[in-house]
């Protein structure tokens, strides 16, 4: 199972970043600690980097090792504009790379 939250930080001259995090405890068996990833930006767009995390988790539920690759991407690619959709080139078994802004 895991739980999405987001904040705000603000700056000493009141500038606003947003934190989305998504908090997973990874699937096994046995003492197993939580694993948390987190997103900071500029914008306040709660569904897409909601979006995101749903895709970091997945990716991460496969391996730990998809999802930097996937987050790199991301990091490359420019900010959709509204309604549109950003598209991510890494490898996901039967997997498509769009996210939906």
């Given amino acids: ?7 705000m930080l603000t700056g000493e001259d009141g500038s606003r970043r947003f934190g989305y995090c998504r908090r997973l405890l990874p699937s096994g068996k046995g003492p197993r600690l939580p694993e948390v990833y987190c997103v900071i930006s500029r914008l306040g767009c709660f569904d897409l980097f909601s979006k995101i995390l749903d895709e970091v988790e997945r990716r991460r539920g496969i391996s730990a090792a ?11 690619s420019p900010f959709p504009a509204p309604g549109k959709t950003i598209k991510v080139k890494t490898f996901l078994p039967g997997a498509g790379n769009e996210v939906k802004s």
């Fill in 1 to 7: 199972s895991s739980e999405t939250f987001s904040f």
């Fill in 66 to 76: 998809l999802v930097y690759p996937f987050m790199r991407s991301l990091m490359e």
